[in-house]
């Protein structure tokens, strides 16, 4: 199946820094999306973005699907933004959506 | 919208004993999905529905795994009989999977203890 790596597994940031979170796959995609798991466990979408860039607030998230990555950037970091960021694909020819093993992050006041 | 909705939210039971959980999808959406999170394998995808048709039942772990979608706004997923290493939190997630987004939706899972 298709292989899905996320980079760096943790990260910890001073409150207001900036930080960029890359996913990685190993077969050409239609579907990639960003899921944020904050510490209560509740998944939530933050981005659809098979192809191109995306922005909503002060993340924004860009998808090189020839090159076969994605970039999620988190700017003027928040405690609020603390928790698991997830990346997942589905394959061209696939019908499921296969998760990265997700970049810890922690956001110190 | 109320999201997506899952029950119960904990659950406690002993091995042995049957465990049914519960989804509620997002009105208008035709995919349902059941997922199980555990910190040594992540998020696993177990089934998927399309217009509540089971679709890809691959990730269902073993016979004693089990799921059900009677019409468009329910579905369970059973365990009989359940064993320790089941314990993880399940979630439920929808989507309306037009050509244009595939967006998933995700409850708030159901944590489940099995001793």
């Known amino acids: 199946g298709i292989q899905v790596e996320q980079s760096p597994p943790d990260l910890i940031l001073q409150e207001g820094a900036n930080s960029t979170l890359r996913c990685n796959f190993s077969?050409?995609?239609?579907?990639l999306q960003w899921f944020h798991q904050n510490p209560w466990g509740q998944l939530i979408n933050l981005f659809y973005?098979?192809?191109g860039t995306k922005q909503n607030g002060r993340l924004s998230a860009t998808t090189v699907a020839t090159e076969r990555y994605s970039l999620l950037y988190i700017s003027s970091s928040q405690t609020t933004d603390s928790g698991v960021y997830f990346c997942?694909?589905?394959?061209?020819?696939?019908?499921?959506?296969?998760f990265g093993e997700g970049t810890q992050l922690t956001v110190n006041p | 919208d109320a999201g997506v909705i899952q029950s119960p939210r904990h659950e406690v039971t002993e091995m042995g004993q049957e465990v049914t959980l519960r989804c509620k999808p997002i009105?208008?959406?035709?995919?349902l999905f059941w997922y199980r999170q555990t910190m040594m394998r992540g998020l696993e995808l177990l089934i998927y529905f399309n217009n509540n048709v089971p679709i890809d039942d691959s990730g269902m772990p073993e016979d004693r795994f089990s799921a059900k979608m009677p019409n468009a706004s329910f579905s369970t997923l059973k365990i009989q009989p359940s064993e320790p290493r089941d314990s993880a939190v399940y979630f439920c997630?929808?989507?309306?999977?037009?050509?244009?987004?595939?967006?998933?939706?995700f409850g708030p899972g159901t944590r489940l203890t099995v001793l």
């Open positions: 009105s208008g959406h035709n995919s």
């Open positions: 997630a929808s989507s309306p999977w037009t050509s244009i987004t595939d967006t998933q939706y």
């Open positions: 077969d050409s995609v239609n579907n």
């Open positions: 973005i098979p192809s």
């Open positions: 997942a694909v589905k394959r061209s020819s696939g019908s499921r959506l296969t």
